[in-house]
T-cell receptor, first 110, second 115 residues
Framework: KNEVEQSPQNLTAQEGEFITINCSYSVGISALHWLQQHPGGGIVSLFMLSSGKKKHGRLIATINIQEKHSSLHITASHPRDSAVYICAVREETSGSRLTFGEGTQLTVNP | NAGVTQTPKFQVLKTGQSMTLQCAQD?????MSWYRQDPGMGLRLIHY???????DQGEVPNGYNVSRSTTEDFPLRLLSAAPSQTSVYFC??????????????FGPGTRLTVL
C-alpha cells in the first residue's frame, strides 16, 4: 500500500463545477504539499500546510491531521485548471524528503 | 531570478552510454533533489543534498551518482545508461526556515530515452 493515496485518479468536470481531490496518508507528517503539473510538464507548488486551511484565489486546501486526510478544492472550475494535481507529504522523521502520491488527472471541459 | 534550470530538455542515449543531467538554482537554496517520474507512479526521489558537500540517497539511487560542490549546482550522472532509466527527470530546490523546509521549486524537467 502506498503511503500517500489520492482519489480519484481521473476526474472530468464541466466548466463552473466545484471540484474536490482527496489525499490520504498513513504516516505521521510535518507538512503536506499540493502541487500542480501542467500538460507541458512543469510542476509548481500550490500549497504547503500542516494544519487547518489555506486559500489562494479559487483554490482551497484543507488538512485533518487526526484523520490523516487532506482535500484540494477548486471553485468555479475553468478549462485552464486542467492539469495533474499531486499530493506529497513530508514525514516527521524524514527531514527534507517528500513522498508523493500518483496524482489526479483533472480535465475541465468548456 | 531564473529559478531552477535543467539541461538538456531532451536526450536520447544508447544502452551503456554515460551522461550528466545538469541542474542549477540561483535562489541560494540549501536543499536540492533529483526525482524521476514514470507513468502510473508518483515522483520518486533519486538523490538529495541538504547543502554543499553533503549528498544522500533517496528511494531509487541505483545507477545514478550526484555531487554538490557548490550551493548552486547539483548534477546527476548516469554511469551506464539502461532502458529502465528511460524517464522524465526533475530537479527541485528548497530552503529551510527555523529548521523546517518550505515549498519545493521544480525545474522544467529532462525527458530521457535510453535505447
Amino acid at each position: 500500500k502506498n503511503e500517500v493515496e489520492q482519489s480519484p485518479q481521473n476526474l472530468t468536470a464541466q466548466e463552473g463545477e466545484f471540484i474536490t481531490i482527496n489525499c490520504s496518508y498513513s504516516v505521521g507528517i510535518s507538512a503536506l504539499h499540493w502541487l500542480q503539473q501542467h500538460p507541458g510538464g512543469g510542476i509548481v507548488s500550490l500549497f504547503m500546510l500542516s494544519s487547518g486551511k489555506k486559500k489562494h484565489g479559487r483554490l482551497i486546501a484543507t488538512i485533518n491531521i487526526q484523520e490523516k486526510h487532506s482535500s484540494l478544492h477548486i471553485t468555479a472550475s475553468h478549462p485552464r485548471d486542467s492539469a495533474v494535481y499531486i499530493c506529497a507529504v513530508r514525514e516527521e522523521t524524514s527531514g527534507s524528503r517528500l513522498t508523493f502520491g500518483e496524482g489526479t488527472q483533472l480535465t475541465v471541459n468548456p | 531570478n531564473a529559478g531552477v534550470t535543467q539541461t538538456p530538455k531532451f536526450q536520447v542515449l544508447k544502452t551503456g552510454q554515460s551522461m550528466t543531467l545538469q541542474c542549477a538554482q540561483d535562489m541560494n537554496h540549501e536543499y536540492m533533489s533529483w526525482y524521476r517520474q514514470d507513468p502510473g507512479m508518483g515522483l520518486r526521489l533519486i538523490h538529495y543534498s541538504v547543502g554543499a558537500g553533503i549528498t544522500d540517497q533517496g528511494e531509487v539511487p541505483n545507477g545514478y551518482n550526484v555531487s554538490r560542490s557548490t550551493t548552486e549546482d547539483f548534477p546527476l550522472r548516469l554511469l551506464s545508461a539502461a532502458p529502465s532509466q528511460t524517464s522524465v527527470y526533475f530537479c527541485a530546490s528548497s530552503y529551510s526556515t527555523s529548521g523546517s523546509y518550505n515549498e519545493q521549486f521544480f525545474g522544467p524537467g529532462t525527458r530521457l530515452t535510453v535505447l
